[in-house]
């Protein structure tokens, strides 16, 4: 089993409002990544944990705050976003390192009105 | 700097003939590189990689070359089927940093039928 599943798949949201999106993987990998994707364009690394730390912070902008509660989940909240902040958000997950396969999740559609 | 180029950006192939994409990669520390297949609406589904102590590796009809030397790596694509198309992205390890990847800007591949 490779799934990675992702809730909302998809998410409307105010300049205003606080939204999460989450994460969940049960393959036993110890990293677990978010990923901003545009269209026609390739995903960017936001973030990654290791073994439940934060690891790697892409410079993103504090609106966006990740948190690993545990080895199986991943969870990005949003606040105060921006119209230009609405792409595809991906998370993905591997054993360890990037070295070792990387799978995605289907990804949340969010838009920012 | 981190860059991976991709080529060509777009394909179209009759059903049944061979596709080939094309990625270069500028840091020689490179050691990993993972081939992504994108259909529209879904997360990126990893479709097969090679590590570099490997210079070719062939799963059913896809196959990936790796020339170390030239920092430069392919996908091969054989008797290609309608579901083949999509958008297919390579990717390459960044540096010291065992869990970041870089990706190439993606290829779109139409196979006709």
């Known amino acids: 089993d490779t799934e990675v599943t992702q809730t909302p798949k998809h998410l409307v949201m105010g300049m205003t409002n606080k939204k999460s999106l989450k994460c969940e993987q049960h393959?036993?990998?110890?990293?677990m990544y978010w990923y901003k994707q545009k269209a026609k364009k390739p995903p960017e690394l936001m973030f990654v944990?290791?073994?439940?730390?934060?690891?790697i912070n892409e410079s993103v902008p504090s609106r966006f705050s990740p948190e690993c509660p545990n080895s199986s989940l991943l969870n990005l909240h949003l606040h105060a976003l921006q119209p230009e902040d609405s792409a595809l958000y991906l998370c993905?997950?591997?054993?360890?390192?990037?070295?070792?396969?990387?799978?995605f999740g289907p990804g949340t559609r969010l838009t920012v009105t | 700097g981190e860059n991976v180029e991709q080529h060509p950006s777009t394909l179209s192939v009759q059903e049944g003939d061979s596709a080939v994409i094309k990625c270069t990669y500028s840091?020689?520390?490179?050691?990993?590189f993972p081939w992504y297949k994108q259909e529209l609406g879904k997360g990126p589904q990893l479709i097969i990689d090679?590590?570099?102590?490997?210079g070719e590796k062939k799963d059913q009809r896809i196959a990936v070359t790796l020339n170390k030397t030239a920092k430069h790596f392919s996908l091969h694509i054989t008797e290609t089927q309608p579901e083949d198309s999509a958008v297919y992205f390579c990717?390459?390890?960044?540096?010291?940093?065992?869990?970041?990847?870089?990706f190439g800007s993606g290829t779109r591949l139409l196979v006709r039928p």
């Open positions: 990717a390459a390890t960044f540096g010291d940093s065992s869990y970041k990847l870089i």
């Open positions: 090679i590590r570099s102590n490997v």
């Open positions: 840091d020689s520390a490179s050691n990993y």
């Open positions: 993905a997950s591997s054993l360890q390192g990037v070295n070792y396969e990387q799978y």
């Open positions: 393959m036993g990998h110890r990293a």
């Open positions: 944990y290791s073994y439940e730390k934060l690891s």
